[in-house]
């Protein structure tokens, strides 16, 4: 089983649509949680990190549940500038970051 | 400020040639990790540099080698390419180890035939 597990997507929808894209991970000792961002054939980017109590950055929503061993992104009202590609990043008792395989987001006109 | 640099960009190999990516950072970064990204495989940890000095494996560091030249460069050699080492090597850097936000250069694209 990997240790963090993302629906590869694609993800299609439309300009102003809300989507969620969601994570499992393996390890209970994991002890901080990411999203980053890449676009296609770049670098990947911190978007946002996760806290417990949940966070908001704008239009984006970040969960965790601890007991579940879950993460989530909510992205609402949808812009095309979104369209990339979505990493879920756990930061395990190593202190290494271990990446999720993304889910493939695209915005459509 | 240019943040992380490697060079090359592009690269073509043939089976059993040897090669060195280069990396730097300009932002006084006590950290610098090496990552490959495989399709549908997420990135994985080559090798690290928690500080100036040392350097340690990462999750697949088998047929690599690195070098933490000074504070800036971060060195990653292949002795003998394989065709499995065909990837997407990114270098990043990060304050601390232990720093929730990582940089990454815009990658090295390795092809070995």
């Known amino acids: 089983r990997k240790e963090v597990e993302q629906d590869p997507g694609p993800f299609n929808v439309p300009e102003g649509a809300t989507v969620a894209f969601n994570c499992t991970y393996s390890n209970s000792a994991s002890q901080s949680f990411f999203w980053y961002r890449q676009d296609c054939r770049k670098e990947p980017k911190l978007l946002m990190s996760?806290?417990?109590s949940g966070n908001e950055d704008g239009r984006f929503t970040a969960q965790l549940n601890r007991a579940s061993q879950y993460i989530s992104l909510l992205i609402r009202d949808s812009k095309l500038s979104d369209s990339a590609t979505y990493l879920c990043v756990v930061r395990g008792s190593a202190r290494q970051l271990t990446f999720g395989s993304g889910t493939q987001l695209t915005v459509l006109p | 400020n240019a943040g992380v640099t490697q060079t090359p960009k592009f690269q073509v190999l043939k089976t059993g040639q040897s090669m060195t990516l280069q990396c730097a950072q300009d932002m006084n970064h006590n950290s610098m990790y090496w990552y490959r990204q495989d399709p549908g495989m997420g990135l994985r940890l080559i090798y690290y540099?928690?500080?100036?000095?040392?350097?340690d494996k990462g999750e697949v560091p088998n047929g690599y080698n690195v070098s933490r030249l000074n504070k800036r460069e971060f060195s990653l050699r292949l002795e003998s390419a394989a065709p499995s080492q065909t990837s997407v090597y990114f270098c990043?850097?990060?304050?601390?180890?232990?720093?929730?936000?990582?940089?990454f250069g815009p990658g090295t694209r390795l092809t070995v035939l």
């Open positions: 990043a850097s990060s304050e601390l180890f232990s720093t929730d936000t990582q940089y």
């Open positions: 996760v806290y417990s």
């Open positions: 540099s928690a500080s100036e000095g040392t350097t």
